[in-house]
């Protein structure tokens, strides 16, 4: 199972597995992973990003309707509580 070269550059190289998956390795052969390797092979047009899922919409919980009479409850006593001038 040896690597094929498939691009050389003054800054990585780029190898095809047997397993036809890609290896990438810097100027110094050490081997470059992670979001750089995603960059790398996308910009030599050898893989597709995979484009980000977009973040779950959270809906805001229903108010239930014991908790608004319970806040109008409260309002009307601050405003019966006042002093009159």
């Known amino acids: 199972?040896?690597?094929?070269?498939?691009?050389?550059?003054p800054e990585y190289s780029i190898f095809q597995?047997?397993?036809?998956r890609y290896a990438?390795?810097?100027a110094?052969?050490?081997?470059v992973n992670g979001d750089e390797k995603?960059?790398?092979l996308a910009a030599e047009g050898l893989v597709k990003a995979p484009a980000p899922k977009p973040a779950p919409v959270e809906e805001a919980p229903a108010e239930e309707p014991a908790a608004e009479?319970?806040?109008e409850a409260a309002a009307?006593?601050?405003?019966?509580?006042?002093p009159e001038a």
């Open 1 to 9: 199972m040896a690597m094929k070269l498939v691009k050389k550059t």
């Open 17 to 20: 597995r047997g397993d036809e």
């Open 24 to 26: 990438v390795q810097d």
């Open 28 to 31: 110094k052969r050490k081997a």
């Open 38 to 40: 995603v960059s790398i």
């Open 69 to 71: 009479a319970a806040e």
């Open 76 to 82: 009307e006593a601050d405003a019966g509580s006042e």
